[in-house]
């Protein structure tokens, strides 16, 4: 999760997140570039005292400052459509999870078993024990296997939320009356934190998402004994 005076992202914990971080890097390396391209150009015109007052047109440079910007454009474009696409993949997935928003807090349904689903509220200030985070975590984790394609349908009940989790790199609108769908696989066992991203009224600050990735045997485990308590 993100400390104080974090200035990048948070640790990727799926392969769509490392991708998006290598895409950021990427994309970053090249700005550096041209920002110091640019700056030393200012430069040099500032305090040189040379000038050319026969040069009037150049093809060459011209040639050269239109190619090589649409060049940079698609160094940028061909792996951002790249990610853009497997981010939209959704390849056989082990398990499906609805997601509903609501004002304000959000439900889990796991639709592969018949009757399981819970509401899942944000811990109250009074109520935390020590270990647990402000305005982060949750009564009951939406909890689901690693290394395992899982599916999440999100939708919502009232008005527009978002589910997003940022070191899963998922971010996806919860629309009223409309179904939309994200993947993705967790890397490694752990707690992954998000909080709704889109301004849903009074209380939008207070519904916390928590992701909890186990081991599949352990999973199986906990699913089994949520049906037998539900």
Not at 133 to 145: K, S, T
């Amino acid at each position: 999760m993100a400390h104080p005076s974090q200035l990048g992202f948070q640790d990727a914990a799926s392969p769509v997140m490392e991708e998006l971080l290598h895409f950021h890097d990427h994309t970053l390396m090249i700005v550096f570039l041209i920002s110091t391209l640019v700056l030393y150009i200012i430069m040099a015109m500032v305090t040189t005292k040379l000038t050319n007052k026969f040069i009037l047109d150049s093809q060459e440079i011209e040639i050269i400052w239109t190619l090589l910007p649409a060049l940079i454009l698609i160094l940028i474009a061909l792996p951002s459509l790249r990610i853009l696409y497997l981010m939209d993949e959704v390849n056989d997935p082990h398990l499906t999870v609805k997601a509903l928003g609501h004002q304000w807090y959000w439900s889990y349904e796991y639709t592969d078993y018949n009757n399981f689903g819970f509401d899942s509220y944000m811990v109250p200030t009074q109520d935390l024990t020590p270990g647990q985070f402000r305005l982060l975590d949750v009564d009951h984790r939406m909890v689901i296997p690693t290394e395992s394609p899982v599916r999440v349908l999100i939708t919502a009940d009232d008005v527009l939320h978002s589910w997003a989790v940022p070191s899963l790199g998922i971010k996806m609108d919860a629309v009223p009356g409309r179904l939309n769908q994200t993947a993705f696989i967790v890397s490694r066992p752990g707690i992954y934190y998000g909080q709704c991203s889109e301004i849903c009224g009074a209380n939008h600050s207070f519904m916390p998402i928590v992701v909890e990735a186990i081991p599949l045997k352990h999973f199986e485990n906990w699913s089994t004994l949520m049906l037998e308590n539900s």
